[in-house]
Each structure stands twice: as structure tokens, then as C-alpha cells.
RNA sequence: GGCGACGUACCCAAGUGGCUAAGGGAGCGGUCUGCAAAACCGCUAUUCAUCGGUUCGACUCCGAUCGUCGCCUCCA
């Protein structure tokens, strides 16, 4: 399969650095606020790429991490006068909760900036004995002119930069492009001690150190926002390739941001905390189902923008809606199917085998457009093509399927089935709805037989009553050409 | 100002140096229906921002122009 990696601006053939296995760091949250929709970009894009790569048949190690103290989180802590850790540990809580809402499979570490100041330190250390970092006041810099390659990732060379850079007030710092590795303590700071003094870490330098511990010196794929790319990005690379004398990640996988039109002056900017134009992700799901922010996230490709409105979630929404009404045609239609003779396509009559050929070719197409860079935009468009063929061949049986359509239809909803499985997406598209309790099911049934009674004697009036008024409570009714009506939550 | 990405129908969006430019949403017409809903069938880009160039041939490659966005400061 094929990456495309941003350090070299172009895909590139994905070989892992071990036969089997595939070592994957994402840059987590700064937990100084509520996740958006926008970081949740990120960690779905990650969950896809995960997923599709295990279905690839590699083992994945997924390293996400939190950074818990930083400025932002300080001055909100402050500002509520509460410690850091509060303000830290209540927006992580609420970063698993929206994470698992969105099925969305737990990393298998997920390490926090304050509990590796250990390592965060020895890093540093090695820093300055190599000669690339350097102490002032308390501070310590990274030295950004040692590192030939600096600029290298995000396509910017030194000098470029000074030109843009604004006169830094503060001038321990021999360089103007010098970053901060450490930083001494203010008063009443959380700080740790440190050969330096009292302080805490830099930005960038968490990212190294964790990464490097759970995953090594050298891994496969680095994730994030694209916002990350400078100066977050190109400073973890040059400090650890500086410290390793190795390649830190082998792709750097920055995808698109999230955007979002304002109001005010139409313009369309990407959407951030420090614009407070953000949507929380919790917000979101109150009123969309996490399967159609799904399908919101993964309409087009990760690492292009993507513009964020009610009408398009409501969009993405209506598309779900199209393969789950497609899934609960198929479950009336197999209801108590439980037949495991196979298939035999080849003395089927040429419908089935239409269908058959294009669930069967999905697996191929599915694949080609997964392992081109992870394209889920194609991808879709490949099991809607199936569903579409579901939907005409059960059209054009009039209600009555013999085994052999029962057959090809019970496998291609198991290849539609398996394919959103590796996109991600939750059984509540295909499962029954978990509302409905049989007692439900049954009085809504007695509703049906009086309103097909009333039907039957032409008293239109009785029969949309009910039907209107189970709309009301979110039921649907359907009448089906065979004369059976079927209803659904809406 | 520097660096980068992008501009495909009413909307979202994939894609390719030459075979009908995917898929979805929306709309319209039809089938089905007492009416709906859903589904199905048909229609909605002689054209891929504009202008040049390369080529037998470009929407796809190159250049310019216009427009949008991101980064250059904290940001997924």
C-alpha cells in the first residue's frame, strides 16, 4: 500500500520498520478545553488508518498522548482556582467519553507529559551533552542551527523563517528559531526539579521522549493535525533525530483541518480554540449520532480540509440513512434465513449473479482505494454501489425471494457488514434498534392490524390517524406492495 | 512578504495523459401506493476556475492569472 508522507511530499510504498508490525504515534489533545469536532478529526483519521491496517493483517501499536500542563491549562486553572491536574483530568475524561462514542478503539498507551518527567529530562540531557542544547537562566533551548535537516518537514529553510519571525522580547535564547526544551519556573507554577533548576517541560520535547519509550527510536507513522506540521512537528523531529542520530518517524501523516464558515465575515476558517469558533464534540453528539459524524469525517480525503455545518452533518446523516434503511430491507427479507448451503451463481438466473459479482468485487476495489493513501471517499463509493445493486435486485423481486435470493442477498449484506466494520462504523447501523423492546414491537403491531382493518374499509381517516400520530412518537409505518406494513424508528 | 495545499454539476466529493468524468445529498419526472414513506427507473458537468504551452491527444503534465484555505505565534 501507498502513504503519502509529508516529509517527502509524496506517497510513498508503507513498509514497516517490523515485518509484522506497525508503530503508530498521534499527537493528542493539550487538555485545556473541551475536544472539538476538528481534534476528533485527527483521532477518527488515526482509528481508520488503525483499523485498515489491521485488517491489512499487521499488528498496530497506537501511542496517543496527553499533554496536561502547558500555559493555556494554567491560566485556566487560575483563572477557576482550581490545580492544573483538575482542569487536565476533567477534559481527558471528557476526551474518552466522546472517543468512545465514536467507536472509536482505545490507543494501547496513552501517556500524559506530567507522568514522564523522568524521561522528559534524560532526553534533555542528551540534548545538551550532544552539544545541541543549551542551558540559560534556567531555561533550555534547543539549537536550531545545529540541526542541518531543520526545516526539512515542513518545507521551510531557516533563513525563510527569521524573515516572518517577530522580535522575541524575551532573549535568553541565542537563536531567534530556538525552542524551548525546559522551562524555569515561574512562581507559583507546577514545577519539577530538574539539573536545571526548577521548572517544566517545553511544548515538543513530551512527544519525543514518550514516543521514543513506548515505541523506540524509530517508528513507522506519525499522526496529527496538519496545523501541527510547524513548529510542533518539524521540533520533535529535529530533537529526537538530534538525540538518536536516527530517523524518528518513517511518514509523517498530517491530515487536513476542520473548518468552518463565520458568521460575521463569510469566510470560511479552520476551526480552533484560540478562534472560539469550535463545535465541543459532546455538543455535536446530542443531536447526531456518532455513526453519522463518521460519515461526516471520512466524506472526503483526511488530508483534505473539510468544512463543517449542520447541513453537511445532516447530509452525512441522510447517507447513513440510505445504507441503514438498505440493511433493514435486507433483515425483513432474511428474517429466521438460516441456511448455509452455498451459493451456486452459476445457474443462477442473471440478477443474482449481478449482485453477487459486485459484492463480490469489493473486496478488490475496497482494497485498492484503502491502500492508495486511505481513501475512504472511494471506499464508500464502493459498498454504496453494492447497496445500490441490493436495493434494485430486491425491488425487482415483488416481495417474494426464493432461497437462492435469500442467499446472495445474506452474503452481500456480510460483505457490506465487514467493510463498515473497517471504516469504523457501529453496529447500530445494521443492528436492530435496541428501542425497540418486543413489547413495543407488539403493540405497534396490534396499531397495524387495526389500521389495516380500517384500510381494508377505506376509512382513509382512521388509517393516517394512526399513522400520523406513531409518527409523532418517532415511529414510521411503510406499506409494502405485498400488502404487509413494516415500521421503523425514524 | 515566504512556504504549502486546493479550485470537478445546485451542494458535498472521488478520479484518470486517450474507452460512458465514481459515489452521495438535493431537485424534477415516472413506477409502486387510497395517500404517504422507502425503494427502483430516468433526468440534472459536450465539461473539470481562467488564459497560454507541451503532446497525435489534457480535466489530468508545465507556466501565468484569478480565487479559497493553511502554516510562518498557541492550535488536532
Same mark, same amino acid.
Given at each position: 500500500m501507498y502513504i503519502y508522507n509529508n516529509l517527502s511530499n509524496r506517497k510513498e510504498r508503507f513498509i514497516p520498520c517490523e515485518d509484522n508490525q506497525v508503530k503508530m504515534y498521534v499527537c493528542g489533545m493539550t487538555v485545556q478545553d473541551k475536544p472539538h469536532i476538528g481534534h476528533m478529526k485527527s483521532f477518527l483519521t488515526a482509528d481508520v488508518m488503525r483499523r485498515y491496517l489491521e485488517y491489512r493483517g499487521y499488528r498496530v501499536k497506537l501511542v496517543q498522548n496527553f499533554t496536561d500542563v502547558d500555559d493555556k491549562i494554567i491560566n485556566r486553572?487560575?483563572?477557576?482556582?482550581?490545580?492544573?491536574?483538575?482542569?487536565?483530568?476533567?477534559?481527558?475524561?471528557?476526551?474518552?467519553?466522546?472517543?468512545?462514542?465514536?467507536?472509536?478503539?482505545?490507543?494501547?498507551?496513552?501517556?500524559?507529559?506530567?507522568?514522564?518527567?523522568?524521561?522528559i529530562i534524560a532526553l534533555i540531557q542528551r540534548l545538551i551533552d550532544k552539544g545541541v542544547a543549551y542551558e540559560a537562566a534556567g531555561d533550555v533551548y534547543f539549537a536550531v542551527e545545529k540541526h542541518p535537516d531543520y526545516g526539512k518537514l515542513s518545507n521551510r529553510s531557516i533563513a525563510d523563517m527569521i524573515e516572518g519571525t517577530r522580535k522575541d522580547v524575551q532573549s535568553n535564547k541565542k537563536h531567534p528559531l530556538d525552542f524551548a526544551l525546559w522551562k524555569a519556573a515561574k512562581p507559583d507554577e507546577p514545577h519539577w526539579d530538574s539539573p536545571w533548576g526548577k521548572g517544566r517541560p517545553g511544548?515538543?520535547?513530551?512527544?519525543?521522549?514518550?514516543?521514543?519509550?513506548?515505541?523506540?527510536?524509530?517508528?513507522?507513522?506519525?499522526?496529527?493535525?496538519?496545523?501541527?506540521?510547524?513548529?510542533?512537528?518539524?521540533?520533535?523531529?529535529?530533537?529526537? *533525530?538530534?538525540?538518536?542520530?536516527?530517523?524518528?518517524?518513517?511518514?509523517?501523516? &498530517?491530515?487536513?483541518?476542520?473548518?468552518?464558515? !463565520? $458568521? =460575521?465575515?463569510?469566510?470560511v476558517e479552520k476551526m480552533s480554540k484560540s478562534l472560539n469558533n469550535f463545535f465541543a464534540m459532546s455538543d455535536i453528539l446530542e443531536k447526531f449520532e456518532p455513526d453519522a459524524v463518521r460519515m461526516f469525517l471520512i466524506s472526503g480525503h483526511y488530508r483534505s480540509p473539510l468544512n463543517f455545518s449542520e447541513a453537511r452533518m445532516a447530509e452525512a446523516k441522510a447517507r447513513l440513512d440510505r445504507l441503514r434503511e438498505t440493511f433493514r430491507n435486507m433483515s425483513f427479507i432474511l428474517k429466521d434465513f438460516d441456511d448455509d448451503a452455498t451459493l451456486d451463481v452459476e445457474s443462477s438466473e442473471p440478477?443474482?449473479? *449481478?449482485?453477487?459479482?459486485?459484492?463480490?468485487?469489493?473486496?478488490?476495489?475496497? &482494497?485498492?482505494?484503502?491502500?492508495?493513501?486511505? !481513501? $475512504? =471517499?472511494?471506499?464508500?463509493?464502493?459498498?454504496?454501489?453494492?447497496?445500490?445493486?441490493?436495493?434494485?435486485?430486491?425491488?425487482?423481486?415483488?416481495?417474494?425471494?426464493?432461497?437462492?435470493?435469500?442467499?446472495?442477498?445474506?452474503?452481500?449484506?456480510?460483505?457490506?457488514?465487514?467493510?463498515?466494520?473497517?471504516?469504523?462504523?457501529?453496529?447500530?447501523?445494521?443492528?436492530?434498534?435496541?428501542?425497540?423492546?418486543?413489547?413495543?414491537?407488539?403493540?405497534?403491531?396490534?396499531?397495524?392490524?387495526?389500521?389495516?382493518?380500517?384500510?381494508?374499509?377505506?376509512?382513509?381517516?382512521?388509517?393516517?390517524?394512526?399513522?400520523?400520530?406513531?409518527?409523532?412518537?418517532?415511529?414510521?409505518?411503510?406499506?409494502?406492495?405485498?400488502?404487509?406494513?413494516?415500521?421503523?424508528?425514524?
Open positions: 486553572a487560575n483563572q477557576e482556582g482550581v490545580p492544573y491536574l483538575t482542569v487536565a483530568n476533567r477534559y481527558i475524561e471528557e476526551y474518552y467519553q466522546v472517543s468512545d462514542r465514536l467507536n472509536i478503539r482505545r490507543a494501547d498507551i496513552y501517556p500524559r507529559a506530567t507522568e514522564h518527567i523522568p524521561d511544548w515538543h520535547i513530551e512527544c519525543s521522549a514518550m514516543a521514543m519509550k513506548y515505541l523506540g527510536e524509530t517508528f513507522d507513522i506519525h499522526g496529527g493535525g496538519l496545523d501541527l506540521i510547524f513548529p510542533h512537528h518539524e521540533n520533535e523531529r529535529a530533537q529526537s *533525530e538530534a538525540a538518536t542520530g536516527k530517523p524518528f518517524a518513517h511518514f509523517w501523516c &498530517e491530515g487536513g483541518l476542520l473548518e468552518i464558515e !463565520n $458568521t =460575521a465575515t463569510k469566510k440478477e443474482v449473479k *449481478e449482485l453477487y459479482e459486485k459484492a463480490k468485487a469489493v473486496r478488490e476495489k475496497f &482494497e485498492a482505494a484503502m491502500d492508495d493513501d486511505f !481513501n $475512504t =471517499a472511494q471506499a464508500m463509493a464502493v459498498l454504496f454501489d453494492v447497496a445500490k445493486a441490493a436495493n434494485t435486485f430486491m425491488a425487482s423481486r415483488q416481495e417474494r425471494f426464493s432461497s437462492t435470493d435469500k442467499r446472495v442477498l445474506d452474503y452481500s449484506r456480510g460483505i457490506l457488514q465487514d467493510f463498515l466494520h473497517v471504516l469504523g462504523f457501529s453496529d447500530a447501523i445494521f443492528a436492530e434498534d435496541t428501542r425497540a423492546t418486543d413489547i413495543t414491537d407488539d403493540l405497534i403491531q396490534i396499531l397495524i392490524e387495526v389500521r389495516k382493518t380500517a384500510r381494508m374499509e377505506k376509512q382513509w381517516a382512521i388509517a393516517d390517524t394512526i399513522r400520523n400520530r406513531l409518527e409523532a412518537l418517532g415511529i414510521a409505518l411503510e406499506d409494502r406492495p405485498g400488502g404487509e406494513t413494516r415500521w421503523k424508528w425514524k
